[in-house]
């Protein structure tokens, strides 16, 4: 077996466990520990590939969301309900608190590597996103005057943003409150005129 491929294959054990086991018992009740034990690799085998829990879960939210973008492309309808759905049931999905999300930022924000990683996904996600902006803009639900990739970008900038913003507040608000005023504003933004 080539060595890449192993190495890949244990980084997909290691994001199953993980994703298993945030299922099961939550992001903080779950360790490292446990998740090196039920991806059957050692601890120090962990952080071979992440520096940290925290970017662990940067890393699964962003295939999650590929995942959930590609799912777009074969349901009929219109796209942006489809958008804004999605947005709201990551959201959901991954209980951020604002000390996680602090850390998440932190850990993404803490080092090159990490940084180069949550990039490379963004990237990946980015491609994901823009054949379907190119699709709605085709089917006249948004506007065509601004790029596919500009409008992706806008989106992760209005998601990033938020959550920035939101984890360095004081109040008890929810995320997914802000989140859903911020990005039906940014589809008004971008509706075809």
């Not at 298993?20 to 050692?42: P, R």
């Not at 000390?99 to 994901?128: I, T, Y």
Request: aromatic share 8%.
């Amino acid at each position: 077996m080539k060595r890449e491929l192993k190495k890949e294959q244990t980084r997909t054990r290691i994001k199953e466990a993980a994703l298993t086991l945030f299922a099961e018992q939550g992001y903080d009740h779950t360790s490292v520990e446990s998740i090196a034990k039920q991806a059957g690799v050692a601890k120090g085998t962990f952080f071979n590939y992440f520096s940290s829990k925290d970017e662990l879960l940067c890393d699964l939210q962003a295939i999650i969301a590929i995942n959930e973008v590609a799912k777009l492309r074969d349901m009929p309808g219109p796209l942006v309900p489809r958008f804004q759905l999605l947005i709201f049931q990551l959201v959901k999905q991954f209980a951020l608190s604002k000390p996680l999300s602090r850390a998440l930022f932190q850990a993404m924000l803490g080092s090159n590597g990490a940084l180069e990683a949550h990039n490379a996904m963004l990237d990946n996600l980015k491609e994901a996103v823009m054949p379907l902006v190119t699709q709605a803009q085709e089917n006249g639900e948004i506007r065509r005057d601004m790029p596919a990739e500009m409008v992706a970008q806008q989106a992760f900038q209005a998601y990033f943003g938020t959550l920035i913003i939101w984890s360095m507040e004081e109040n008890d608000e929810p995320v997914d409150n802000r989140m859903a005023i911020t990005f039906e504003l940014f589809f008004k933004g971008i509706a075809a005129q």
